[in-house]
């Protein structure tokens, strides 16, 4: 354990920082969704059907020539608004148990959940900020076979990605605070995620890759993606994944409990 004085002279008081049991934490987040099979049927079932549902229509608006960006767009916010109500309780969840849950509807908005779905949006309009410029820029080189503009502007989009990645996880534990009613603030989170950035991103990193891999392996394996039935089973299993990846919001919410909750009831740590 990392121990840090305060600033302040001749003060008592001294600031912890808790390191992470990274492993622990990885395989409990990845061992949840076989522990509460019935609260995952139960509170991610009607978002995946749903989303299942959009997938389709998104399919038939690029058959019409829709562009795949519209698409695109219309996908992420589905998903957002879908699977927020089982985020927070998924989260809730994770760091209460059963009991926490026993009157969350499955998929009704909450001043809570509305809050959750606010600090969601929150985070792509910094995604968009950090890494929407630099991005235009690289499209922009492509199409007029302009290689400086191309590396300039991929080096910028680089450092927007690092930024923004080094943002969410500094400012990670938003999302299970405000999922139980403990949000106090951005510069609250700051500070808890203080000395830990690596094992957080190591918590978030290791809980999201097996999901990234599985949803990889079909094309991966044929080397492209099939057409017809084939491309429309692809996007069903596909839908699945990205709903099973949302389950990977525990990580994030097992470290919190054990930095901030944790230690809050355990009147011998230090703080």
Not at 63 to 77: E, F, H, I, K, P
Not at 208 to 233: C, M, S, T
């Amino acid at each position: 354990m990392l121990q840090t004085m305060s600033d302040q002279p001749n003060s008592p008081r001294r600031f912890t920082v808790i390191e992470l049991p990274v492993l622990p934490i990885v395989t409990q987040t990845l061992v949840m969704p076989f522990k509460y099979l019935p609260e995952l049927v139960k509170y991610g079932g009607i978002p995946l059907l749903l989303i299942v549902g959009i997938k389709g229509i998104s399919f038939l608006l690029e058959r019409q020539d829709v562009s795949r960006a519209v698409t695109s767009s219309l996908m992420m916010v589905a998903h957002f608004v879908l699977f927020t109500p089982f985020s927070v309780t998924w989260t809730k969840l994770a760091i209460y148990g059963r009991p926490a849950i026993a009157n969350d509807p499955p998929i009704a908005y909450t001043k809570t959940r509305w809050l959750y779905l606010l600090a969601s949006t929150a985070m792509i309009i910094a995604l968009a900020v950090c890494a929407g410029p630099p991005l235009t820029l690289v499209r922009y080189g492509q199409r007029n076979l302009d290689n400086l503009i191309v590396m300039e502007a991929g080096l910028g989009l680089l450092v927007g990605i690092l930024l923004f990645l080094i943002g969410f996880i500094r400012l990670a534990f938003i999302f299970p605070a405000i999922a139980i009613g403990r949000y106090a603030g951005i510069s609250a989170a700051w500070k808890q995620t203080a000395g830990n950035i690596e094992r957080l991103g190591a918590i978030i990193g290791l809980t999201f890759l097996p999901f990234y891999v599985i949803r990889k392996l079909p094309e991966w394996w044929i080397g492209y993606l099939p057409p017809g039935v084939a491309a429309a089973a692809m996007g069903c299993l596909d839908m699945l994944l990205i709903a099973m990846t949302t389950t990977a919001l525990a990580g994030p919410a097992l470290a919190y409990k054990a930095i901030v909750l944790d230690q809050e009831s355990d009147p011998t740590a230090p703080y």
